[in-house]
């Protein structure tokens, strides 16, 4: 296992527990605003690994609000009793990059909760693609994960589904940049090798919506650690 790999599952780990934490603290809940339960999570990232840095904006999306890609700045929203909230969140561990996204449901819309299951099952069967397709590229990984939010009645909330990471600041990802995304006009083998000649790093990004209900579901993580 190479020095960088290690960094990147440490990071990923200790982001991973830091998700936790806001469940077992029961930070998202019903009549707490988006930004106070950003500002709630940073600061808890904060209490457990000192963490004040994070490498893109940090975002808190519920009920409608989740339809919007990173892009977007939508209103603030306070979370309802019955509710979908998901977070968005790349702190940097001793100079290494977390990109780590969960969805959570408040109440028990059947809607809401198969949109959280089917992300979290896309996003398994996305991994299992890319490795059963060693020379996949980032459009064709673009392509399945399209049919993937199709076949469970979903469209897909993004102009992409994915990203480099890697120690920051990585590879700079600029919009006009597509070769930095997985995104249907990259062509780009993922296992191709970064600028500097070193092993890319990506993010899967499953981000499933329904216009009409209102309401999306997103989860991220490192694609081939």
């Known amino acids: 296992m190479t020095e960088t790999t290690q960094r990147l599952i440490d990071a990923q780990n200790k982001a991973n527990l830091l998700f936790k934490e806001v ?6 809940a019903a009549n707490r605003s988006e930004k106070d339960i950003n500002t709630a999570v940073f600061q ?3 209490e457990l690994f000192g963490i004040k840095k994070y490498w893109h904006k940090r975002i808190v999306r519920a009920g409608k609000n989740t339809l919007y890609p990173y892009d977007e700045n939508p209103p603030n929203l306070i979370v309802k009793e019955e509710d979908i909230v998901f977070l968005d969140f790349g702190p940097i561990f001793a100079n290494w990059e ?3 996204g969960r969805t959570y449901v408040l109440g028990s819309d059947a809607k809401m909760k198969k949109i959280q299951a ?6 398994n069967a996305g991994k ?3 490795n059963l397709h060693p020379d996949i590229t980032a459009s064709e990984l673009y392509a399945f994960v399209q049919s993937l939010s199709k076949k469970d009645g979903w469209e897909l909330g993004g102009r992409h589904c994915g990203h480099l990471i890697g120690e920051f600041p990585h590879e ?3 919009d006009h940049k597509i070769h930095s995304y ?26 499933f919506v329904d216009y009409l ?12 650690l």
């Open 182 to 207: 997985i995104h249907l006009e990259n062509h780009r083998k993922l296992n191709d090798f970064d600028l500097k000649g070193e092993k890319c790093y990506w993010i899967l990004e499953i981000h």
């Open 128 to 130: 299992e693609y890319y």
């Open 118 to 123: 089917d992300i979290s099952l896309a996003w």
């Open 172 to 174: 700079k990802i600029e």
């Open 98 to 100: 977390a990109d780590f």
């Open 23 to 28: 469940e077992n603290r029961a930070i998202i």
């Open 44 to 46: 808890l990232a904060n």
């Open 213 to 224: 209900s209102e309401i999306g579901g997103f989860t991220e993580e490192i694609l081939n």
